[in-house]
């Protein structure tokens, strides 16, 4: 996904002038081609996550369209309230991109793991949040940013991401996508880099004779709420599936929307615990230690399932 | 510069004071020292150095003032009335219910106001990106930003200090409100920012160093550092909290404390 972002920035750049890249000091090898490109729209503020929004809202507030990236933590927490006043506050045209969403740097520890990112990021007055879930999603998020008002939080994971999506040509922040629509009366709605995740347990249910709808919702806000008002009528199960805290994500925004709307049916978010990972490994090992693995989240769905089935029969 | 210049900017300076007292006064609104010691700078600014209009207040090229010690805010509301940015109705929204401005800016370039400010150690920062703009566009104007003495503590002031030097951002000035009084105590009592011209010129700033109250000494002190390339630049301004009101001057009390009316008669008798 990363590189999907750079290299769409890439060709944005080429078209808009205003485009300028701002890193802190990381992204390794990723904008080498940006800078030699656009030397004056890229610039390594160092390791200085404050300095660099405020430089960023300096930019905006004179025309210029920016992008920062940092990791995911750094950037949503070191420099929280530079971006609360100088890029909310303001409602500046600023996207900040965050790699590493969750566990994707399992091993490089806790302080790399973003677990919190977009339940913050999400109480912001005028943000955006968006959690692509495949290198299609990602353009597409991309591509549609340049002309995004206001601020704009895109998170991602590391690289190597698998494609879900063939395209997207109806894609639009703020819209969710049905992948695969079912008849049992069970939808999965995942986010960000969850998805090949949940189309592996739609892909393992269906195995075990279980046809499941499936729904990609990158913006976690705004949340297409109509999308979620379909489902809730026409679901008896709702699960949501996340790489962030079961605490302010995707599945606490989902489960704000499916209350006002007086949803009767069965809900439950699926993401990582709320507390700071103790075991130490890569991200596949952390998410079978902690039951996320799509035979695991499978194994749960239908078992949940089963048990309302039952209920709704008696 | 002529006397007759220096007596006129006198002139605007004292009905700047006594604007501002009638809006803190009005409001019990606190920061009260921290307005009156950078009246002088701001008249400077607004009535000689800054190319800016009411009239134009989007151009392009005019010149940005960020406010980055955003709680000295009546000072600036009152000389953006002076200079015609905001009319008299506005200020009496000063800190009132209902009202139009608060107790530090917001954002409105058609008001002046160019940045959104009121927590410290954001507003260089954002100057810088300024900067940056402004040399990527070519565009001949700067950009100057009011830090407080106090603000300096701030960790962000420092890394935005590194960056423009290293980006060598001669169109950004910062003037440092040294009136060595902060909220809780003397500046070299709470952390000593001594010797402070020192450090700005170790992060690669030009230092200039000046009585922030005296005309001559800070227009001159504009206009060299307007001449100045391939540095940004620092002006040091020594000033005296709660200039001009002689039982508020240089006491910490005057940060927070609000007016009583025997407080505010005494101190517009003092400055009329």
């Known amino acids: ?314 | 510069m002529p006397d007759s210049t220096i007596d006129e900017y006198k002139i605007i300076a004292r009905r700047v004071r006594r604007e501002l007292l009638d809006m803190v006064y009005r409001s019990s609104s606190p920061h009260i020292g921290s307005s009156l010691s950078i009246v002088e700078i701001l008249v400077a600014l607004y009535f000689r150095c800054l190319r800016v209009s009411p009239d134009k207040p989007h151009d392009e090229n005019r010149d940005r003032f960020v406010l980055s010690k955003g709680h000295g805010c009546p000072a600036f509301y009152a000389t953006l009335a002076h200079r015609g940015f905001l009319g008299s109705y506005v200020l009496s929204g000063f800190a009132v219910n209902g009202g139009i401005l608060e107790q530090h800016p917001t954002c409105n370039v058609e008001q002046g106001i160019e940045v959104s400010t009121g927590s410290l150690g954001h507003g260089l920062s954002i100057g810088a990106g300024m900067a940056i703009a402004a040399k990527h566009d070519q565009a001949l104007y700067h950009i100057f930003v009011l830090l407080s003495d106090g603000e300096m503590d701030e960790g962000s002031v420092w890394e935005a200090m590194m960056f423009a030097s290293h980006h060598r951002l001669d169109n950004l000035i910062a003037i440092v409100d040294y009136n060595k009084i902060q909220a809780l105590g003397r500046t070299n009592e709470v952390v000593n920012l001594e010797p402070l011209a020192d450090k700005w010129r170790s992060f690669g700033w030009r230092v200039e160093e000046i009585d922030g109250h005296d005309f001559e000494q800070i227009v001159s002190a504009f206009e060299k550092v307007l001449l100045q390339q391939g540095k940004p630049n620092v002006i040091i301004a020594h000033t005296v909290k709660g200039k001009g009101v002689s039982f508020m001057e240089d006491r910490l009390l005057w940060h927070y404390k609000c007016l009583d009316q025997d407080e505010y008669t005494k101190a517009m008798m003092e400055i009329s």
């Open chain 1, 1 to 314: 996904m990363r590189t999907a972002f750079v290299r769409t920035v890439e060709d944005l750049a080429q078209k808009d002038g205003n485009i300028f890249l701002l890193t802190a000091d990381l992204g390794f090898g990723l904008f080498d081609k940006f800078r030699a490109a656009y030397p004056k729209r890229f610039l390594n503020v160092g390791v200085a996550e404050a300095n660099m929004i405020g430089v960023a809202a300096g930019l905006a507030l004179s025309g210029k369209n920016v992008y920062c990236y940092s990791i995911a933590t750094f950037l949503t927490t070191r420099c929280f309230e530079q971006i609360r006043i100088d890029l909310c506050y303001q409602n500046l045209n600023v996207k900040l991109i965050g790699a590493g969403a969750g566990w994707s740097y399992g091993l490089e520890g806790m302080t790399h793991h973003a677990i919190e990112d977009v339940s913050i990021m999400k109480s912001l007055p005028n943000m955006t949040v968006v959690a692509p879930g495949d290198p299609v999603e990602a353009q597409a998020v991309i591509a549609e940013s340049a002309t995004y008002r206001g601020p704009l939080y895109i998170r991602f994971g590391k690289n190597n991401d698998p494609r879900i999506h063939k395209d997207l040509p109806d894609f639009r922040i703020g819209k969710g996508t049905v992948i695969d629509r079912g008849n049992s009366g069970l939808t999965i709605i995942a986010s960000g880099t969850m998805l090949p995740t949940a189309k592996s347990v739609l892909d393992t249910l269906a195995s075990r004779g279980l046809m499941a709808t499936l729904i990609s919702m990158p913006t976690i806000k705004p949340l297409d709420e109509s999308l979620i008002r379909e489902c809730a009528t026409e679901s008896q199960a709702i699960f949501t599936i996340e790489e962030h805290s079961i605490i302010g994500g995707l599945g606490s925004s989902v489960a704000d929307t499916l209350m006002d709307l007086n949803y009767r049916g069965l809900f439950r978010k699926i993401g990582l615990p709320d507390k700071y990972c103790p075991a130490i490994g890569g991200r596949n090992y952390l998410l079978e230690k902690h039951y996320l693995t799509p035979e695991a989240i499978a194994d749960r769905i239908s078992t949940e399932y089963k048990q309302i089935r039952r209920e709704i029969a008696v």
